[in-house]
């Protein structure tokens, strides 16, 4: 076979058997024919003839091993393709997964981030509700939330307090307005579209269509406690959504009902606790009586207007009283102690009040927080009082004096005018002359005596006269010998000419009642000095004891109505108050101080009067 024949063979060879090793044996080759086995039938080697048999075994072997290395590569290549598929069906696999999930995750973004949206918008809807104090100013708010969606209308709330009478609330041409009708119709209980029957009593009401509206209830839960009976609202808000448009409507109101409840609830007991609070102040204020709430340390919580024009926070006292410290008596102590109501007097600016503490305890079984002070002006009461006591002692000393009078009188005048028949025939010298003289000054004594308790006992109707202290104070003398006679007595009395424009009789009581206490304040046996003299155009009568004096911490209260420092059923405390009060009446005054080393001093000034 020739060269070219063996090279056509080879290259159809090739065809059949890419894979096999190509031997090429020849006895002369070309260069060209070189070139055409390689390039055509891919000459693994080419062998010039004749060859040996070890040679042809050779080259046999070296054929057969790279057809053996071609088989492996050929496998490992067909497998690599088959494991590049496999790996690129995964990595589609794999990919559709990531882009799956991708649409998953940014789904799932998209949804929290609406979700969050959505609490945020919320969020600050409950914020801007918690500021607002007005039915304007929460609506406003919801009207502006609505304007998110088209076709909505202008809210429009409706609510009654438990009795007959509905309350509207809306906006008409952009201003707020308040309506209320009598009319009654039942509130739906569920977020709905109204009734036909519902929408009319709306549209009857407004003066004006309502085409489609959605009604939401609201609940009141505080209101209704505190009115005592159901509080209901509705919301109505007229809109012209289509049915698609309804639902994320409706999840939005949804999400603010509750919200608006509770900011609605509010305002609506705000409102009647103001009402409540306007209605207590008036009716505490158009009270006669101040009225305090005071806590613990003395602190005004409230008061009426009675209780003080200009109170600027400060202490019971300080507002009231205009004191430093606790009024004396002050019954609040006793009433945060016991728990119970207590009551007290005390005196502000020459009035006294009865003060009445009614403790405030929250709870059973604690201890008051607050105490309510109700303070009555028993002054003209007081007053009252005292004349009364006054008028029934004068009254019962009136008719003893009457009495003894009556029973007196007779015998001593007949005893008198004999002893006068018998001095005009008893002879001029000797001691029956005397001892006559002496009965008949002791009967006239005795009738001046009588005169003077009947003078002493008259009521306070008598006229005031130009009178002397001297001369009052000689008629009292006689009424208190009893009281006196343990105690030694001087009278230095300067003033006999000299006159005073009173009522006797006030004044001697008052002359009696200084004398009385000054022998009643020695226990022991001392001296009562008693003197008048004129200082100016005023006589001065003073009465001194040897008493041990007025202790230093009653002093100031010592004219004070019932105060007194003696025993129960010994006296009413109403001499010193009495006398004070007469003595002012007639235009005086009446002081006292300690005199060294023991005792005390009352002085009476009072001013020197002459009859024109």
């Known amino acids: 076979m020739g060269a070219s024949e063996a090279l056509e063979f080879l290259v159809q060879a090739r065809l059949y058997q890419p894979m096999a090793p190509r031997l090429m044996i020849a006895e002369d080759l070309t260069e060209q024919e070189v070139r055409e086995g390689i390039n055509k039938a891919q000459v693994f080697r080419f062998m010039r003839w004749p060859l040996s048999e070890r040679e042809v075994w050779a080259q046999l072997e070296s054929a057969l091993q790279r057809h053996s290395m071609f088989l492996s590569r050929s496998l490992l ?171 994320p409507f409706v999840d939005f109101i949804g999400d603010r009902m509750r919200p608006l409840s509770m900011a609605l609830d509010r305002v609506l007991l705000e409102n009647q606790l103001s009402s409540f609070s306007y209605r207590w102040e008036k009716t505490f204020d158009g009270m006669r009586d101040p009225i305090a709430i005071v806590d613990v340390d003395y602190n005004v919580v409230r008061a009426n207007r009675k209780f003080s024009d200009k109170f600027l926070q400060h202490k019971c006292y300080e507002s009231f009283s205009h004191r430093k410290l606790a009024c004396e008596g002050c019954p609040v102590p006793h009433a945060i102690k016991q728990g119970e109501p207590q009551a007290g007097q005390i005196q502000v600016e020459g009035r006294v009040y009865q003060v009445h503490s009614y403790p405030v305890l929250l709870d059973r079984g604690s201890r008051p927080t607050n105490v309510v002070n109700q303070y009555v002006d028993i002054t003209q009461s007081r007053e009252l009082y005292l004349r009364m006591l006054q008028s029934e002692k004068m009254g019962a000393i009136g008719m003893l004096a009457g009495n003894i009078a009556h029973e007196l009188n007779n015998p001593l005048t007949g005893l008198r005018a004999l002893t006068q028949v018998l001095l005009q025939e008893a002879p001029a010298e000797g001691n029956l002359r005397a001892d006559l003289i002496e009965i008949e000054k002791a009967t006239a004594r005795s009738q001046r005596i009588i005169k003077n308790l009947l003078d002493f006992s008259k009521g306070e109707d008598q006229p005031s006269e130009y009178v002397s202290v001297d001369e009052i104070v000689e008629r009292t003398l006689p009424m208190l010998k009893s009281a006196m006679r343990t105690h030694r007595l001087e009278v230095d009395l300067e003033t006999l000419g000299l006159s005073v424009y009173v009522e006797p009789h006030l004044l001697q009581q008052v002359v009696f009642n200084l004398i009385n206490n000054a022998c009643q304040a020695m226990k022991d046996p001392g001296s009562l000095r008693i003197s008048t003299r004129a200082e100016g155009a005023n006589i001065l009568l003073e009465i001194q004891d040897a008493g041990p004096g007025i202790p230093l911490e009653i002093q100031r209260r010592i004219f004070e109505p019932f105060f007194t420092t003696k025993k129960e059923g010994h006296g009413t405390g109403l001499g010193l108050s009495m006398s004070k009060s007469i003595i002012e009446k007639f235009g005086g005054t009446i002081q006292f101080r300690n005199v060294e080393p023991h005792g005390s001093c009352f002085t009476i000034v009072l001013p020197q009067r002459s009859p024109e």
């Not at 007959?164 to 041409?173: N, Q, R, W």
């Not at 009141?220 to 049915?243: P, Q, Y």
């Open 77 to 247: 290549l067909r497998e690599s393709s088959s494991q590049n598929k496999q790996l690129e069906a995964l990595t589609h696999s794999l990919e559709e997964m990531v882009e799956e999930r991708t649409q998953y995750i940014e789904m799932s973004h998209h949804e929290e981030s609406e979700k969050l949206n959505r609490e945020r918008q919320l969020l600050r809807f409950i914020k801007d509700l918690a500021t607002q104090t007005s039915f304007e100013d929460i609506l406003g708010i919801l009207r502006k939330e609505l304007r998110k969606f088209h076709k909505m209308g202008d809210p429009v709330l409706a609510y009654r307090l438990g009795g007959d009478k509905t309350f509207f609330m809306s906006f008409h041409l952009g201003h707020f307005t308040q309506t209320e009708s009598r009319q009654h119709y039942e509130f739906p209980k569920t977020a709905q579209v109204p009734t036909a029957e519902l929408i009319r009593y709306f549209a009857n009401h407004f003066g004006r269509p309502f085409i489609k509206a959605y009604m939401v209830p609201l609940e009141l839960r505080l209101t209704s406690h505190f009115v005592g009976g159901e509080a209901e609202a509705i919301l109505c808000i007229e809109n012209s959504l289509s049915d698609k448009e309804m639902g």
